[in-house]
């Protein structure tokens, strides 16, 4: 069964900073990672989609890696702003083939301070 | 127009009553599916639908039903609802893997 761990559960920083979030999954045989943002009792925005044959995607200030072999994947933001404020999740298909269903982390609450 | 439409937003029904979740989307995929959320437990998958003759349980699929009405139709039926199914409710769509899942914003049920 796949699991998916994000680590931390709860970041703080002050504006300006760089972070990373961090996703572990058990079953290394995926074929593609997705992060999303979700902002208090809203819904999953997609931000980054990576291919398993992909090393990483940029999009802005945002950078997302997988290393499949080890089962890790992580979100680079950039230059943090208060307006990245929310929950961040890492989901990966249940399984590999054409079952393509999500299991998702429980997320990271990121809150950016001015 | 959102790409996947869910109604109603916001909806407090009371313990007994049959409610349906409606969902839509405009993105063409044959795959959709319907996801709870609740606090310090993540998203489940409570069904999903690879076309409009496939239907399958998800992990937590007791108490709830759904039916595939089209390509684009996806409802979700709590057929007696009671208080511990208050959560939030997504559906969402995807194609076969190439560009991820698709979101909709969700819908606020309570039961009292």
């Known amino acids: 069964k796949q699991e998916v761990t994000q680590i931390p559960a709860a970041l703080s920083v002050p504006e300006g900073e760089n972070l990373v979030l961090n996703c572990s999954f058990t079953?290394?045989?995926?074929?593609?990672l997705q992060w999303f943002r979700q902002d208090p009792g809203k819904g999953l925005t997609s931000l980054l989609l990576?291919?398993?044959?992909?090393r990483e995607q940029t999009s802005g200030r945002l950078n997302a890696s997988l290393d499949k072999s080890s089962g890790r994947s992580t979100l680079y933001i950039a230059a943090s702003q208060p307006g990245d404020s929310a929950t961040y999740l890492c989901?990966?298909?249940?399984?590999?083939?054409?079952?393509?269903?999500?299991?998702f982390g429980k997320g990271t609450l990121l809150t950016v301070n001015p | 127009d959102a790409d996947v439409t869910q109604t109603p937003r916001n909806r407090i029904t009371k313990t007994g009553k049959r409610i349906m979740l409606e969902c839509s989307q405009t993105?063409?995929?044959?795959?959709m599916y319907w996801y709870r959320q609740d606090p310090g437990l993540g998203l489940r998958l409570i069904y999903y639908s690879f076309d409009v003759k496939d239907i399958n349980k998800g992990e937590i699929s007791d108490g709830y039903s759904v039916s595939r009405q089209a390509q684009a139709k996806f409802s979700l039926s709590l057929e007696s609802a009671i208080p511990n199914q208050t959560a939030l409710y997504f559906c969402?769509?995807?194609?076969?893997?190439?560009?991820?899942?698709?979101f909709g914003s969700g819908t606020r049920l309570t039961v009292v």
């Open positions: 079953d290394s045989a995926i074929y593609n």
């Open positions: 990576i291919q398993s044959s992909q």
């Open positions: 969402a769509t995807s194609d076969a893997g190439r560009y991820g899942y698709t």
């Open positions: 993105k063409g995929h044959d795959r």
């Open positions: 989901a990966v298909p249940v399984s590999g083939g054409s079952n393509y269903k999500l299991t």
